[in-house]
Structures are given as structure tokens and as C-alpha cells.
């Protein structure tokens, strides 16, 4: 039976003087990405993203609205296939300080919207392309 994952992350965001700017970390496989990370039982799917991103990158948010979800499958060396789905957040940082968990990602960086899209084609997964083109709009910018 192929094994399913669901995972919740977002594009965070903070304003700071009227300027915007947008949080990416490289995973531990090398690209560019946004926090996210497993749901836990009883937990809903908004919590989970919250936590992960908490978790991963130290920053406390709110939920500003849905983004989209992306589905993948990838091969896990004890589960065989694995067919996931990620649930995307746009998420406003509201407190707490910037940290990577190190044993999770690499590292957690904040860019200038251009910045962030530049870093995302360069580096980024594909699938995450529409998540972060979304984000930017619901922001008011077009890439
Ligand atoms: P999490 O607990 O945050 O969901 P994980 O490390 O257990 O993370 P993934 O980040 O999904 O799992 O990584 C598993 C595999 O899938 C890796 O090979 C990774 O490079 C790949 N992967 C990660 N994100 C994507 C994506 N958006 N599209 C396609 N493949 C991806």
C-alpha cells in the first residue's frame, strides 16, 4: 500500500516600516523551500502549519488565509513510496526570533518580495512556483 503524508507550512511574511518581506529556508536537501512539516494526530491542519513553522524557524503566526495545496510523491527508504500533500498558509510573523532548527533545515533568511521569487526559480521546487506567485498576490504583488 503506498503510504500517505500530509504535511502544513507557509509563506510568512512581516511588514517593517511599510516594507515587506518574505521568509524562505533551504531544507536539509539543499533548496530553496518554505517551513512546513508533519501533521500530528488530533491536530488540525491550520495548527500544524503554525507549530512547524514555530518549530522550524522560531517565528510565532497568525493565519492570514489559505494559499494552496501541492501534492508530490517521493521515495522513502523505509516506507517505499510516499504520496504527500502540503497545505500552504499566507501567515504574518507576529513574534519571536529568528532560529533554524538545525536538525530539520539548513537555514531561515527573510528577502524582499523580488528577492524571494529571484531565490525561488533559481532554487527553488517547481511545484512551489504557483504557492509563492499566490502568496505575492494575495500580498498585492505580481510576479
Ligand atoms: P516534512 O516533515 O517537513 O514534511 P520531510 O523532510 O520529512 O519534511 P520532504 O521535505 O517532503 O519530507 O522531503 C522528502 C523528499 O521530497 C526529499 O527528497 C525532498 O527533496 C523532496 N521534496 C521536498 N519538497 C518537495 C516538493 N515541494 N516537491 C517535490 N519534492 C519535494
Not at 497568525?62 to 499566507?90: C, F, M, R
Not at 536538525?103 to 518580495?113: A, G
Amino acid at each position: 500500500m503506498t503510504h500517505k503524508e500530509f504535511s502544513a507550512g507557509g509563506v510568512v511574511f512581516k511588514k517593517e516600516n511599510g516594507e515587506l518581506h518574505i521568509q524562505l529556508i533551504l531544507d536539509r536537501y539543499g533548496k530553496v523551500s518554505l517551513a512546513k512539516g508533519k501533521m500530528e494526530l488530533g491536530e488540525t491542519i491550520e495548527k500544524t502549519a503554525l507549530r512547524e513553522i514555530e518549530e522550524e524557524t522560531g517565528i510565532l503566526g497568525s493565519i492570514v488565509s489559505p494559499v494552496d495545496i501541492i501534492a508530490y510523491t517521493y521515495q522513502n527508504p523505509v516506507h517505499g513510496e510516499v504520496n504527500k500533500e502540503v497545505h500552504y498558509y499566507l501567515v504574518e510573523a507576529k513574534g519571536g526570533h529568528l532560529k533554524p532548527q538545525i536538525e530539520e533545515i539548513n537555514e531561515v533568511s527573510w528577502y524582499t518580495p523580488k528577492d524571494a521569487w529571484r531565490r525561488q526559480q533559481q532554487s527553488g521546487y517547481r511545484n512551489n512556483d504557483i504557492i509563492l506567485r499566490k502568496a505575492l498576490s494575495l500580498l498585492g504583488i505580481s510576479v
